[in-house]
C-alpha cells in the first residue's frame, strides 16, 4: 500500500511565500514522475508543476518564476516552493506520483489527500 502525504498548507498574505511537502510511504520499488495540482473552488483540478525522475521540470505559465518543485528521492519526497503568492493562488494542492510498488510491476498513479493554500490580498 502506498500512501502520499502532504504537508505545508496554510494561510498567507499576497506576497508571502509556502511550501508544500509530499512524502511517499509504502512498498515503493521506485518512485518516477512526480507533480503538484491545484483546485480551486467551481474549476478544474489543473497541473502546477511537473518533475521527472531525471529532475526535469515543467510548469504551469501562470506560477513560473514563482513557484519550484524539487525531490529528494532519499526521503522520497517531493516539495513545491511558493513565493510572491498571489490570492488567485488559492486552492487546494494535491500532490501526484508515478510509482512501481515491490508487489506490483506496473506503473501506477497516486493522488495525495490535499492541503489547503489560502491566500489573502
Known amino acids: 500500500q502506498v500512501q502520499l502525504v502532504e504537508s505545508g498548507g496554510g494561510s498567507v498574505q499576497a506576497g508571502g511565500s509556502l511550501r508544500l511537502s509530499c512524502a511517499a510511504s509504502g512498498s515503493i520499488f521506485s518512485l518516477n514522475a512526480m507533480g503538484w495540482f491545484r483546485q480551486a473552488p467551481g474549476k478544474q483540478r489543473e497541473l502546477v508543476a511537473h518533475?521527472?525522475?531525471?529532475?526535469?521540470?515543467n510548469y504551469v505559465s501562470s506560477v513560473k518564476g514563482r513557484f519550484t518543485i524539487s525531490r529528494d528521492d532519499a526521503k522520497k519526497t517531493v516539495y513545491l516552493q511558493m513565493n510572491s503568492l498571489k490570492p488567485e493562488d488559492t486552492a487546494v494542492y494535491y500532490c501526484n506520483a508515478d510509482i512501481v510498488t515491490i508487489s506490483h510491476p506496473y506503473e501506477q498513479n497516486y493522488w495525495g489527500q490535499g492541503t489547503q493554500v489560502t491566500v489573502s490580498s
Open positions: 518533475i521527472t525522475s531525471g529532475g526535469t521540470t
